[in-house]
């Protein structure tokens, strides 16, 4: 049987980027560690408003104050979102935009108000090199998608139009159709057609149907421009047929093997992680020796002045963070830090975040376009 569980995770996805890049202020960003389940996941729900309360005292007497508060106000309200978290949520405001994004992670309590979105740190969920992956655990009967980091990962939730069984995609008269065109229904020697009865009873044109769908599912769900590597758990098989079906270029060779369905989170996840670590290393290995090569030439650089004002020329090509570690404390911080305009004006001019673990590694490094 599947492991069912509630899918509570948010991408981060493209279309609120663009808008983080390019949308005045002010901004309200509220940062916060939370609790999947139990007593605390009510909890977090009073952090959040003592947050609340530092980012509406910094907009008292503006005159958007209200109308960047009002979708806060309300979350906090909202029993049901709280009594369904992941590890960490990251809730932003801005005038005609409010996004909430439930991520594996366990952010530090922090609220900022300015002129940009807080987004260092979320830096792992925003960068194209390093920090997290994606697993897509596929069978017949079930199909689910996660975000994962080190420490963890979350299930994300697929479109209502996108199936997660091959049953969602034939419906009765597939079936009668399927059964009146098989060579047994003419009187041929070996019958085509499989019933819907076990995840081994599917057919090969059925499975492939199934995962076109998914497949399509995935790319609405991630965007086709993500570069995070990406992990398939299944059988072999399904493996082959969803490699042959999708066109995207950062699924793995290696795979997490066997039927998934009876696997959680933190189980596909012990068995995913040490396939994402290398890939993730061999991506921060290649990305850090591009830029010692560039070191001296003018074309990248680790001086945090310069390399803002090139963010705002647009020369910036790839920011490099190497994010500190962070902890919750459970003080309310109000947080300004010069990292969000940089990523911010990256984002803006077509540039990339990329996130390295190299130990010796400084917090912020770019490379330049010219």
Known sequence: MTERTLPNLDVVDE??????????????????????????????????????????????GREEADAVLAPLRE?????????????????????????????????PDEVSVGDHPRLAPLATFISAVGGSFDLLALSGNSVRLFEGTRASMGEVSFGEDTPTAVDEVFTDRD??????????????DVANFHGHGGDGDVGTVELERFFRYVSEGVDEVLGRATQRPMILAGVAEHGTTFRSISDRRNILDEMVTGNPEHLGARELHEKAWPIAERALRKGDDELQDRYHQLVGTGKASEDVAYIAQAAEEGRVDTLLLHPAPTAADGQANLIVDEVDALIAHTLRNSGSIAVSEADDAPPVRAIFRY
């Open 15 to 60: 279309d609120f980027l663009a808008e983080a890049a390019r949308k005045e202020g002010p901004w309200v960003s509220i940062l916060l560690p939370t609790h999947r389940t139990g007593r605390e996941s009510l909890a977090a729900r009073s952090q959040f408003q003592n947050l609340l309360k530092l980012a509406e005292a910094e907009l008292e």
């Open 75 to 107: 979350l906090a309200q909202q029993r049901d979102f709280w009594l369904n978290q992941s590890d960490g949520l990251a809730a932003y405001s801005a005038p005609g935009l409010a996004r909430t994004f439930r991520l594996p992670a366990e952010l």
């Open 175 to 188: 079936h009668q159709t399927q059964l009146q065109h098989s060579p047994q229904s003419h009187g041929g």
